[in-house]
Each structure stands twice: as C-alpha cells, then as structure tokens.
T-cell receptor, first 115, second 115 residues
C-alpha cells in the first residue's frame, strides 16, 4: 500500500529564515511520481512540482528547492529566505505510474512565516 | 484560461437529506478526480473518471456516495441520506488524461456541512 508521511504538523519561522518540510513515502512500485502542493488560506490546492522515481536530481525553482533521495524514500522541500506569503499548508503526494492514478496525500505541514 | 470550478462553494444540509455537488473541469481535460478533505487532514481520494467512465471508485466510503460524468466533462457527486460525518470539503481535480502522469489541477472545493 502507498503511504505518505509528513511528520511535521506545524512549523513557525521568522521571515527570511530557511525552512525544510519533510516528506517520507512508502510504495511497492518501482515507478511512481511524487508531488508537492501548496494550500494557502484561500483553500485552493496549488501544484508546485512533480518528480518521477527515475529522476533523483535535485531541483531548484527560485526560492524553492526539492531534495529527492530514493535511498531514504524522502522528498523534502526547502524554502529559502521565507516570506509571509509562503504561509500555507503544504502537502506531499504520491501516485503510481499506471496512468493518471489518484494521489495519495500526506496530512500536510502548516507553515507560518512571521514578519 | 478558466480553472476547475465547483458549485456550490458552500452547502449546509440536514442529516438524512440528499445533496449534489458539481465540478466543471478544465476544458480538454479527460481525467477527473473527486477527493474529500476533512479538517486538518490531507485530501482523500473518492473516485476517478477517465472520460465518461469511472476508472476507479475504490475510495467511495459506502453506497450512499455516487458520481457521474455523462458527457465526459462536468461531473456530479451525489450523496444520499447524508450523515454528520460526511461534513468536509469536497475537492475536484482534473488533468490532461491517459498515457502519462500529468499534474492535477484542483478546484476551490465545496464545503459541505451536515447538521
């Protein structure tokens, strides 16, 4: 069975600090996809990144970076120089590569960035 | 362009009543998903359509829940004999379709409250 664990329920940081959100996943599939979504206070889930299981290269997009390590089944998300607008709930999710299969989400990490 | 839309945004009903929740996917997206998000939790999969047919309905909690997508576009989630435990935000997502894993784009959700 697939499972995503986000052990950090809530994190508070002061603006401009770096913060890392942890994600650990479980799957028996050798091919799978990992995702991060942001859910701001408005409630709508916003897609951030998709990574397939064969691509372990780290990715950077502006202040965001992702560290995928198959050896530890982790897909961690780092925000550099955090801003108040980064305050949201962040979800890590997993799907099998057998078509457009449903996402299995973690419980999310609520990030509060304080000015 | 237009994103995924869901109506109503809020629905309050009494225990035992029937409700319908509507989802309009992004134009051209053949895959459509329904998820349910309870307070403090990540979204949980309910049902997935590829075109008009339900490709996977394994997430529907019981036979009070049913969903249709008769023309392969708009979908309706139907809940009979609502119970207080059905209270949650119901999210709809759509993606481009089969053949590879595409990111899912989410609507704003319908907040269902069963009194």
């Amino acid at each position: 069975a697939q499972k995503v664990t986000q052990a950090q329920t809530e994190i508070s940081v002061v603006e401009k600090e770096d913060v890392t959100l942890d994600c650990v996943y479980e799957t028996r599939d050798t091919t799978y996809y990992l995702f991060w979504y942001k859910q701001p206070p408005s409630g709508e889930l916003v897609f951030l990144i998709r990574r397939n299981s064969f691509d372990e290269q780290n990715e950077i997009s502006g202040r965001y970076s992702w560290n995928f390590q198959k050896s530890t089944s982790s897909f961690n998300f780092t925000i550099t120089a955090s801003q108040v607008v980064d305050s949201a709930v962040y979800f890590c999710a997993l799907s099998e590569n057998s078509g457009n299969t449903p996402l299995v989400f973690g419980k999310g990490t609520r990030l509060s960035v304080i000015a | 362009g237009a994103g995924v839309s869901q109506t109503p945004s809020n629905k309050v009903t009494e225990k035992g009543k029937y409700v319908e929740l509507r989802c309009d996917p992004i134009s051209g997206h053949t895959a459509l998903y329904w998820y349910r998000q309870s307070l403090g939790q990540g979204p949980e999969f309910l049902i997935y359509f590829q075109g008009t047919g339900a490709a996977d309905d394994s997430g529907l909690p019981n036979d009070r829940f049913f969903a249709v997508r008769p023309e392969g576009s708009v979908s309706t989630l139907k809940i009979q004999r609502t119970e207080r435990g059905d209270s949650a935000v119901y999210l709809c997502a759509s993606s481009l379709g089969r053949g590879r894993v595409y990111e899912q784009f989410f609507g704003p959700g319908t907040r269902l409250t069963v009194l």
